[in-house]
């Protein structure tokens, strides 16, 4: 089974790289080969398969075609200009995301092969604030260009699955905490951040109040959801090839709980709140709740408790973090 | 106020054209100028004021900068290709649905004055089906590329009125009937077919049985829509620019029960029922019915009885057809 991952150096994909080369199988399948596309050639995992390493713009039809080769059974389509990058280049989001994603979908028709797409979309793409919980069938509002783009995206996907160009799982990703490395120009930066900086040490400032509830997911989970989209019987899915996955409604104030919880209360005293209404104006349009009842039906796996994705974030990757930070 | 119409030598198109020559003003305001824009330059009405007429594609970015001049105040964006055509050729549909918008939201954005975007979207952006009565907050959930390339450029222009680039208002139009000339492309060409070709003395077979009931709204209605789309204050919609004015629902069975009692049961006798799978799998997938609550409290006109739809064919339309068709 060959496997493209586009977006494979990215925090996200570098892990599903990693987790592929441990499993060496894909749904009970070998992995014959996997390809990681970048903007940046990607680091290989060390793996018991062939990985290709390549750097190119998704955006650029010929080196989308290239990334994925005649053969590839399963593209997972994680490459994007993240939500504050997105609002403030409108011209790069669209270049980026809408015809990266055209190039995605050109590219997987070229092969005739009906290959298996996991799309990253997003809980931006929903409107709706603090007080929405989005029901399984709720429409995309989205109230930034980020979300707009991954609806785009997941239009063009599920219309390509209709036509039998490829076969498309569109999963609305939770904000993803804890993220290692630095601050980066997501919009929801702050929520990895407020968890991470603690503990390396290091002081951070909230940019929302206590009370503001995110929409959330473990990396380890984003994990299970990616390998499950890649699996899955997608005839259960019909028409409607998007998935609210199972995360889970957290408030600062919780999240800042359950750090303490682990780490104690010299860590929580590291993060202040300093509003940041630029911030603030981008992630208060985004559901903090989602029914999520369909994803389960369809076997997409449980968030785990606050205080576990604490304790991953440390077992996966704060070493990790702190050498890369040179801390 | 400079206006321009893009697709404006299409049915749709021409009678908008006409409609403003007669008018003479918008909304109050005289008008200065017109641009129609279409694949073949289109014919100009006769007006008090210039009509520049172009020949180009909706896809080229500097043909449709060319049609949108500085000053333009109102633009309305009805170029397309319909629903059977996108479904049969899914590149030309991505081409002129897709970059043609991309390519309109660009010029209007590159004006700086924030013009006013009348774009017709479609019924066909929404699923569901016979069963279906699409809330004002509905999901579209399209069924054909037609649909989600509509679908898409509703979110683009969304977005770009959000970034203040222009002032869209996305009318997802029903099933237009009586329409002129001959049988098209759309799936739902039987639709006016059932009418038209019986009152041109002509025989005609209706591809789904007359239990089959579509959304529909007359040319009268859809031009008060638009008129009143481009003048509205928009400041009512918020964030959601997306309409579903108010059509009406009816079987087949109603609309020649209609045309029986405006031309006789000889009429009625002219049409006959020859199932098309092709068709039918393509407006099977269409809602049937609207709320359409939002648009009637924002002004958005009602639609006349289906016998008044009849009449006003008979009225504005007949004989032009008869004319063009050598009959």
Known sequence: MQITILGGGGFLGRKLANRLAKDGSLGGQAITGLTLFDLASPPAPEARFPVRCIGGDVADPAAVAAAIPAGTAVV?????????????????????????????????????????????????????????????????????????????????????????????????????????????????SFVSAIIREPLLGLSTDCPVPPEFAVWICSPRSAMEWFLHAATMDTAALGADRGINPPGRSATVGKMLGALEAVAGPAARAKVGFVFDREVYDIVAGWPAAFAATRARRLGFAEQESLEDLVRAFIEDDLAATRAERGL
Not at 159 to 188: E, H, Q, W, Y
């Open 76 to 188: 997972f389509h994680l490459a994007a200009v993240v939500s504050a990058a997105a609002e403030a280049d409108f011209d790069l989001g669209i270049k980026v995301n809408l015809h990266g994603t055209l190039a995605v979908l050109q590219a997987c028709r070229a092969l005739g092969t009906r290959p298996r797409v996991v799309f990253t979309s997003s809980v931006a793409s929903f409107g709706g604030g603090q007080d929405a919980v989005v029901p399984d069938d709720g429409r995309q509002l989205p109230t930034n260009s980020y979300g707009a783009q991954k609806a785009i995206g997941e239009l063009l996907l599920q219309d390509a699955t209709r036509k039998g160009f490829l076969d498309a799982v569109n999963i609305r990703l939770p904000t993803v905490m804890v993220r290692p490395g630095r601050p980066n120009k997501a919009a929801s």
